[in-house]
Structures are given as structure tokens and as C-alpha cells.
């Protein structure tokens, strides 16, 4: 199990990835459905924030020895994309950069040895298996699409917008992709 630290690293590698792949779309193109089928890429982001959100409410719970609320992962995805589509943008890109700092003050503040707790609420799994699935481990889950929609809207962008011409927009994503390696 990582240390509080590399626990933190890896949470704000990922975010800082998964952000990266939404930076340059314009506003509409984040609210455009199509990510997940009827997603946006707004929508994606709260439904990170939403799980962010139930890790952050529920990990010190479990170490006290409570149970998670019993949930069906799909109808519960649903609940909280049904939630909160009628968030701004700003109000989702606002609430999720607060976020990390919620997340950083709970794993911070665990007690010692509370990452590597092992918890039947997890069927055994330690809290900080818990902490990863619901951020890290959670934003690589949707690395691969996100990455694919913000593309294909970035393309879709370049061959209609009389602005810009597809080369510029190939090299500054080659750009980009270098820049984030």
C-alpha cells in the first residue's frame, strides 16, 4: 500500500491527467452529449467529483466501522448524472477543483496505518484500495474515452472552423501529447 504521500501523488498525477485531456475544448464542446453516449464531458466531471464525493464522506466512516449505504453501481451512476445535469459548467470545473483539497485533508489527517487497514465493509480491501478506486484508479477508468471524445471534438473542430486549419490544431496536440509525458 502507498504512503499518505504517494497516495496524494498519484491522486493529483491523475486528476492533472484527466484534466489535460478537457483542456482546449470550448464551453460548448464540454457540454456537448457524446463522451458516454449521452454524456458530456461536463457530465464526466461530476460524476468524478460525485464519487470523490461519497469516498470523501464514507473512508472515515468505514475506519470507525461502519458499512458503504447498499448501491447498484450503474442505477447509482444514473442517480448522480440525473443530479446533476442541471449543473453549470463553472459550477462542476469549481466544485471539482475543491475537491482535492477535501481529498488531501482526509487522507492527511488517517491516522497512521489506516491506509493498509484491511475492512470488511470492502470485503476485506483496505481503505486506501478504497480511497484509489474512487480517484486514481477511477480517472484511469475513463482516460481512454475521454481521450477519444476530446479528439474527435477537437478534429470535428479543426476541419469546420474556418479559424483554424487542421495542421495548426495536429501540432499542437502533438504538442500537447509531448508536454504531457
Known amino acids: 500500500m502507498p504512503t499518505k504521500t504517494e497516495l496524494l501523488d498519484r491522486i493529483r498525477a491523475g486528476r492533472v491527467k484527466i484534466a489535460a485531456l478537457w483542456v482546449g475544448l470550448t464551453v460548448d464542446e464540454m457540454q456537448q452529449p457524446g463522451y458516454n453516449r449521452e454524456w458530456s464531458v461536463k457530465d464526466l466531471i461530476a460524476h468524478l467529483l460525485f464519487w470523490e464525493q461519497f469516498m470523501i464522506e464514507h473512508a472515515p466512516r468505514l475506519l470507525a466501522g461502519d458499512s458503504l449505504p447498499p448501491f447498484e453501481v450503474d442505477p447509482f451512476n444514473r442517480e448522480a448524472y440525473e443530479t446533476n445535469r442541471a449543473r453549470t459548467l463553472d459550477d462542476v470545473r469549481a ?13 492527511k489527517g488517517l491516522p497512521d496505518g489506516a491506509l493498509d487497514q484491511k475492512l470488511a465493509a470492502l470485503d476485506g480491501a483496505a481503505l486506501g484500495d478504497f480511497v484509489a478506486w474512487n480517484s486514481s484508479g477511477h480517472y484511469e477508468e475513463h482516460i481512454d474515452a475521454l481521450r477519444a471524445w476530446s479528439m474527435r471534438l477537437k478534429a470535428e473542430r479543426a476541419f469546420t472552423s474556418p479559424k483554424r486549419s487542421s495542421l495548426e490544431l495536429v501540432r499542437r496536440s502533438a504538442v500537447r501529447r509531448q508536454r504531457a509525458r
Open 95 to 107: 466544485a471539482f477543483r475543491a475537491s482535492y483539497p477535501q481529498i488531501e485533508a482526509l487522507v
